[in-house]
């Protein structure tokens, strides 16, 4: 059987430490305000400590969100997360925007991490990743994203060992031009 490429095959039998990727129908710049975005932010940290999801990383664009985090002891937990977050947040803005039915959410994917060199260069990835975009040219001036809290909360030790770690050959899903009106 083959998997459709548009519609990834969830494999999330087992708890762990995943990165996921999420995007917005046809690559949309839905949420390209500043307020469109922190409402996205705030809902996506909020969903995921619901359904008992502890993330360590985060970016969340007009277009797109990536987010390392380590599952409860159910990991399928993870499609009822986004399915109430995605639900919730398309719901949301379509009703801000008079855009009754609107297709809000494409779709998801992610990958459970297993060596923990991958997992380093991941979380430093998903820290950085408003400055691959050109969106900032340091991660921690971004609001939406983790890199201004784990420059708080990490030790300088923690903080140096992940940033070593280049993330110019980390393979994640990221075809993704985001934009952010300020």
């Known amino acids: 059987m083959t998997s459709w490429p548009h519609a990834p095959a969830h494999q999330l039998s087992e708890s762990g430490t995943y990165i996921v990727t999420a995007a917005t129908y046809q690559k949309q710049h839905l949420f390209h305000s500043s307020s469109t975005l922190h409402h996205i932010h705030d809902g996506l940290l909020r ?11 985060w970016a969340v664009f007009s ?32 009703e801000l925007e008079g855009a009754t039915g609107r297709k809000v959410w494409h779709n998801f994917w992610e990958t459970q991490l ?3 060199r991958s997992y ?34 990490a030790s300088g030790a923690q903080e140096k ?15 993704f031009e985001p934009v952010w009106d300020r």
């Open 47 to 57: 969903y995921a400590a619901r359904y008992e999801w502890r993330l360590e990383a």
């Open 63 to 94: 277009n797109h969100y990536h987010f390392i985090g380590h599952s409860p002891e159910n990991a399928a937990t993870l499609s009822k997360f986004l399915a109430h977050f995605h639900s919730r947040s398309a719901a949301w803005l379509n």
């Open 114 to 116: 297993t060596h923990h």
């Open 120 to 153: 380093l260069a991941r979380l430093n990835y998903v820290h950085q990743n408003a400055c691959k975009h050109g969106l900032v040219s340091a991660a921690s001036d971004y609001p939406f994203c983790s890199a201004s809290w784990f420059a708080r909360k």
């Open 161 to 175: 060992t992940i940033s070593s770690f280049p993330i110019d050959k980390v393979k994640v899903l990221d075809e």
